[in-house]
């Protein structure tokens, strides 16, 4: 029996084993990021400490990243995951233990932020180019779009499930449950055979300065890429910073408590599964530039109708909508980058990506963060979402150009 065309990529079982285990392990840490978050506000009632505490996790990805994506160019890249899983199991345990005995203050959850962004630094460019690893060029799109599937259908059940587990037994077992759900990861991991990429025999007589300037100097040479790089900095600084501040929306602006925040966030993973969904049904995708420029100017929009809106109902379509604008947008330039650079690089290439995409994100954050204290948070994301907006419209010209 021939395998639907739509989704080939299933039919590869090491894919399939590795993102049963990513799900599970993503499910936990989007209840972690919703509890920390919930938590953060509960101690400060501080839009600009909920921006401090993301800069601290996103902040490492500016400062590491780069050099994540030479090392997932350099050793095996499965047992690189395994290790980074496996660190990530102790800061969770830690905000759970802390949570539990009434010990955690801000400054303990700012720490253990930057050590969970410090591993997230290496094992973002790692696992980009791993997924790349298990499948054929062929099966590429279908398995990038088949992740960012799982990813979004984690941001629905993940922030739900925190929102109950924080209403029933307290924000100590969200804690716990990330650190137990690490396991999962890694067990997948373990499943997948062994095996050596072609980067690794190719890439590990270069030094790091030498793997880190062959990786830059290729992606300096391609305008097409620096067009998008450009793009995803600008929605980085001035749309995903929106995200910290769902606690603050829920209490002061729609009242609806950590269930409405759970939901909230849910929300948004709704409609970037959705999204991810129609793009993996897809057989072929044409006009990505295209695609790129409408799925952007979606997201922005919606996101400023958010900022604008003390209804419950409507900011959940609203962040429906949104999330559906983002991952499309985050999906086209995924493919684009993985597609366009050579196998040897792609660790290094997807390194810059995540640096634009994540290590921007500090500064989003703590401009954010300063802007919703100074001006009202409302203002504040109606600024970033009219700036990512007039980005994309600038350059939808030459973005129509990539098919």
């Given at each position: ?24 392990s993503l499910t936990g840490s989007w209840m972690q990021s919703v509890a920390q978050g919930w938590l953060v506000y509960t101690l400060t009632k501080s839009a600009f400490s ?86 054929t060029r062929a099966e590429l799109t279908s398995a990038i779009t088949l992740h960012s599937v799982v990813f979004n259908a984690t941001r629905i059940i993940g922030p739900i499930l925190a929102g109950f ?239």
């Open positions: 029996m021939q395998p639907s065309t739509r989704f080939i990529a299933l039919v590869n079982k090491n894919l399939r084993l590795f993102l049963a285990g990513h799900a599970i909920l921006g401090l505490v993301a800069v601290a996790l996103s902040a490492p990805v500016l400062l590491f990243s780069l050099f994540g994506g030479v090392i997932a160019d350099k050793v095996n890249r499965r047992q690189l995951l395994i290790t980074t899983q496996t660190l990530s199991i102790v800061p969770a345990l830690l905000l759970a233990v802390l949570t539990l005995s009434g010990q955690i203050t801000v400054g303990w959850i700012m720490g253990l932020a930057f050590l969970l962004g410090t591993v997230n630094a290496i094992e973002l460019p790692a696992r980009q180019a791993f997924l790349a690893e298990l499948v587990t924080i209403a029933v037994t307290g924000l100590s077992v969200c804690f716990l449950i990330n650190a137990v759900s690490f396991l999962a990861g890694i067990a997948s991991l373990l499943l997948i055979p062994h095996q050596t990429s072609t980067s690794i025999a190719t890439n590990s007589h270069y030094s790091m300065l030498d793997g880190l300037r062959e990786g830059v100097r290729y992606v300096a040479g391609e305008r097409q890429i620096i067009l998008v790089m450009v793009l995803v900095a600008v929605v980085s600084l001035f749309g995903i910073p929106f995200v910290p501040m769902l606690p603050v929306f829920a209490d002061g602006v729609l009242k609806v408590g950590p269930e409405g925040l759970g939901f909230l966030a849910g929300a948004s993973g709704a409609g970037s599964l959705l999204a991810a969904l129609l793009v993996a049904w897809q057989r072929n995708i044409n006009k990505k530039g295209r695609l790129m420029v409408a799925a952007g100017l979606l997201f922005a929009g919606c996101l400023f109708l958010f900022a604008h809106t003390d209804d419950y109902q409507a900011a959940l379509l609203a962040l429906l909508f949104s999330g559906a604008g983002m991952v499309c947008f985050l999906a086209m330039i995924s493919c684009h980058l993985q597609h366009h650079c050579p196998d040897i690089l792609r660790g290094r290439v997807m390194g810059v990506y995540t640096l634009v995409l994540i290590g921007m994100a500090p500064f989003g954050h703590a401009l954010m963060g300063f802007l919703a204290g100074a001006i009202g948070v409302s203002a504040a994301l109606s600024f970033g979402s009219a700036i990512c907006g007039g980005a994309i419209l600038a350059s939808a010209r030459p973005l129509f150009r990539i098919n």
